[in-house]
């Protein structure tokens, strides 16, 4: 994908060399544009070694060629990150005067703002009638992240993480469904169950599956609620964000959510098994026999709650996975079901085979994660 870059203003300036990289890391080309204002936080030099590409910032520069007409023809998609309240007032607006906002006016593909700034900015009324109007007229913007502000404020503002931007850049740049007024509520990671109180018995899910159908959803303007157990990667700490432990936790949590959600998608390896006595103090014995029994069934319990609702499942399994996935379709009702092989556990890419309630098999083949996530979001919203 060839990437124009437009970094202005804001002092999240830096971490845009971040994005640089993670582009280029994922073989894509990057071409800089920089505002005046930018060059105060970020230099060409960072920005031209990184790119490995010719750093743009004087819109009347002595060179061959009409530079926001040519990155036009060359560009698949313009990213605007950090925004400042000021280019996004500049381009719903149709100003251009200076080499980015002109290019902005003559772009004709995808652009994608990511604003960044203090949580007063953002928060201003003409700044929001800015931002509406660029998605009105077809712009993408990426909203910011709340928490801790340059400033030293709390509140929203902050550029989002660069493996969210990228992500996002993706979606713009493909051709995704918007799933923009769907509820969607996705269960990840893995339950836990006490022994003592040091130790648990769990399972070897990563959360990686529920963090990609999360992002994805996120990146596809999903409203979106993710009910997270424990899991080997880092989970952001976002308001929409539950953290549960135990399998009792994570069905009280569901409950509390499920009426407010469209679509369930139910991706957490939750423990079958839980000890029959769990010890209040560390145990130190020379042997330990664990006598196991049946967690709480949370498919089961929440059946009820299904209504017009779209349930979707998912199983691993590593003997008799279609005929155990059926199965669990038939059994809990389920609208699909993602059957997975135990050996994708841990990693990135997958070979799923997804099984609807009429009984149809798609086999969508080998694939990574994220683009079995938005697979599963098309099927969601079909
Ligand atoms: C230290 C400092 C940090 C700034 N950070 C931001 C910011 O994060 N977001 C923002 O919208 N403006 C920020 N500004 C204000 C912009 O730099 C200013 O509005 C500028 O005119 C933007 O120009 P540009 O949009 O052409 O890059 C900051 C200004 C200063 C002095």
Known sequence: MKVALGITGSIAGYKALELIRLLRRNGNDVRVILTQSALN?????????????????????????????????????????????????????????????????????????????????????????????????????????????????????????????????????????????????????????????????????????????????????????????????????????????????????????IEWADILIMNAAVGDYKPVKESATKLHTETLTLKLRKNVDILKSIRDYKKNRLFIGFSVEDSNMLKRAQQKLKEKGLDYIVANPVSVIGKSTTSASIISSDGKLMEPGPMTKWELANYILDLAVK
Request: include cysteine; charge should be positive.
């Open 41 to 257: 936080f970020v230099t060409p030099l960072s920005c031209q070694t990184l790119s490995d590409n010719e750093v743009y910032t004087d819109q009347f520069a002595l060179t061959r060629g009409i530079k926001h007409i040519s990155l036009n023809e060359w560009a698949d998609i313009l990213v605007i990150a950090p925004a400042t309240a000021n280019i996004i007032g500049k381009a719903a607006n149709g100003i251009g005067d200076d080499l980015l906002s002109t290019t902005i006016i003559s772009f004709q593909k995808p652009i994608l703002f990511v604003p960044a700034m203090d949580s007063g900015m953002w928060e201003n009324r003409i700044v929001q009638d800015n931002i509406k109007r660029l998605i009105e007229n077809g712009k993408y913007v990426l909203e910011p992240g709340t928490g801790p502000l340059a400033s030293g404020k709390i509140g929203k503002g902050r550029f989002p993480d660069v493996s969210r931007i990228y992500k996002k850049i993706l979606i713009c740049a493909g051709n995704y469904k918007s799933l923009k007024s769907k509820k969607i509520l996705i269960t990840g990671g893995r339950t836990e169950e006490d022994i003592d109180s040091v130790r648990v018995i769990t399972n070897r899910a990563s959360g990686m599956m529920a963090l990609e159908l999360y992002e994805a959803a996120i990146c596809r303007d999903g409203d979106v609620r993710l009910i997270m157990g424990q899991a080997g990667l880092t989970v952001p700490e976002e308001s929409n964000i539950f953290r549960v432990r135990t399998a009792m936790e994570m069905l009280l949590m569901l409950k509390k959510h």
